[in-house]
């Protein structure tokens, strides 16, 4: 009688996955694919950490919780930020597009280039499916170039995580500092180091 078998080998290698050494992107090639249209706009992918990552497609609810997110940041800021949604900024190995961006100075001061990291007030994912990916990957990379808060708005759980103090570009980066916000409180933003105002977790879940 045949004994069912794991396609994971022995050693434990995933069948599929190269044993070679993979060739990872700069930020300067990664920009030269797009200029020369070897990349669309049509291309569901970002660059993290050198890898070109396919972005996961967007359900209802991350649709409906973004727009609550940004409307919410806007009625709140003065005119020395702006947000902006679903848009790359450049950082020391990436280029994500991060769901909510909010950024110093005003949209035609970019004109040239994306923001970059001392740009930045604060970045936000909007996490369903990507909630990991957001809590990994995501917050090493905002961290590792120094964004100072970075927000993970949580589906699943119902909550807003704020991750603040990054630690920079060290072997290991990330924020020294997490505080969750669950229905019914108030997440403060802060800019530049002081409270501009507050979002309450329950509109953005409602």
């Keep these: 009688m045949a004994t069912a078998t794991s396609r994971t080998e022995t050693n ?26 070897i990349l669309t706009w049509a291309d569901p992918v970002e660059l993290l950490e050198g890898w070109l990552v396919e972005k996961m497609p967007k359900k209802p609810a991350h649709r409906r919780v973004t727009r609550k997110l940004r409307q919410s940041l806007e009625s709140l800021l003065a005119a ?30 970019y004109r040239e280039r994306h923001p970059q990291a001392s740009d930045i007030g604060m970045l936000a994912e909007v996490a369903d499916t990507t909630v990991p990916r957001d809590q990994r990957m995501k917050k090493r990379i905002y961290a590792r170039s120094s964004v ?12 807003v995580e704020v991750y603040e103090d990054p ?17 019914g409180a108030q997440v403060p933003v802060i800019l530049d180091g002081k409270k501009v105002g507050a979002i309450s977790v329950s509109r953005l879940f409602a």
Excluded: K
Excluded at 148 to 159: D, E, F, L, M, S
Excluded at 172 to 181: K, L, V
């Design 12 to 37: 434990g290698h995933r069948p599929g996955v190269p044993r070679d050494f993979i060739w990872r992107l700069s930020l300067e090639q990664y920009h030269r694919m797009i200029y020369q249209e």
């Design 80 to 109: 020395a930020w702006f947000v902006d949604c679903q848009e790359p900024v450049t950082l020391l190995d990436s280029e994500p597009e991060p769901d909510i961006s909010v950024v110093r100075g005003a949209d035609e001061d």
């Design 148 to 159: 100072p808060i970075y927000w993970i708005v949580n589906i699943p759980a119902r909550r």
């Design 167 to 183: 630690a920079g570009p060290t072997r290991n980066p990330t924020y020294r500092r997490r505080t969750d916000y669950a229905m």
